[in-house]
């Protein structure tokens, strides 16, 4: 009955690796996001995608890719990851672009 | 925060009322909201507040939005210690709905039984 999940909760990887991240909404919303969280917990919008065009891209580098096969996902591929990567990822939906956002869990990355 | 800005922490003992306050700069933002992030877990979208309200009551949770002062409030009555967590605002920033969220940086609400 998830209403926005990821997968996964946690991701542990090397410096220099490529990882993905994946996220589904089944409340039937248009548009779905990519948050991150740094260690003092300050949120910062990534990405936004509604019915899988891209609507913001908040200036983040391009070894972040978002990529949205239907309006029910929103995956996040990062390359080359870096020390700083380390954070948690939210993905969140809202039924549109000017309604409340529904979170996720969250995505708790760690790199080595 | 990015222009949103809270205060960092609050403490108060169970049974008495929590006020968290928040200040924003965008005028045109349509939706105030409050989310609640317990430990570990995700965002919970608590409450929002319409701009064109300036109340909005929700069993235990008032929300006050004074838009001359760009001030928005959450009041907690009779906390409880299941209400420790940290209590982000946020506005719906720019006027072509872009969705984009803008966060205040937390505060963390601490209930001593």
């Known amino acids: 009955d998830t209403a926005v999940s990821q997968t996964p909760k946690y991701l542990v990887t090397q410096m220099g690796n490529d990882k993905s991240i994946k996220c589904e909404q089944n409340?039937?919303?248009?548009?779905m996001y990519w948050y991150k969280q740094d260690s003092k917990k300050f949120l910062k919008i990534m990405f936004s995608?509604?019915?899988?065009?891209?609507?913001i891209n908040e200036t983040v580098p391009n070894r972040f890719s978002p990529k949205s096969p239907d309006k029910a996902h929103l995956n996040l591929h990062i390359n080359s990851l870096e020390l700083g990567d380390s954070a948690v990822y939210f993905c969140?939906?809202?039924?549109?672009?000017?309604?409340?956002?529904?979170f996720g869990d969250g995505t708790r990355l760690s790199i080595l | 925060g990015e222009d949103v800005e809270q205060s960092l922490f609050l403490s108060v003992r169970e049974g008495d009322s929590s006020v968290i306050n928040c200040t924003y700069t965008d005028s045109s933002s349509t939706y105030l909201y409050w989310y609640k992030q317990e430990p570990g877990a995700g965002l919970q979208l608590l409450t929002y507040?319409?701009?064109?309200?300036d109340m909005k009551q929700d069993q235990r949770l008032t929300v006050l939005l004074n838009k001359k002062d760009k001030h928005l409030s959450l009041r907690i009555a009779d906390t409880q210690t299941g209400d420790s967590a940290i209590y982000f605002c946020?506005?719906?920033?720019?006027?072509?709905?872009?969705?984009?969220?803008?966060f205040g940086q937390g505060t963390t609400l601490q209930v001593k039984p």
């Open positions: 969140a939906s809202s039924e549109s672009s000017n309604q409340p956002q529904h």
């Open positions: 409340l039937g919303h248009d548009t």
């Open positions: 946020a506005e719906s920033r720019g006027s072509s709905n872009t969705g984009k969220l803008i």
């Open positions: 507040i319409f701009s064109n309200m």
């Open positions: 995608y509604n019915n899988k065009e891209l609507i």
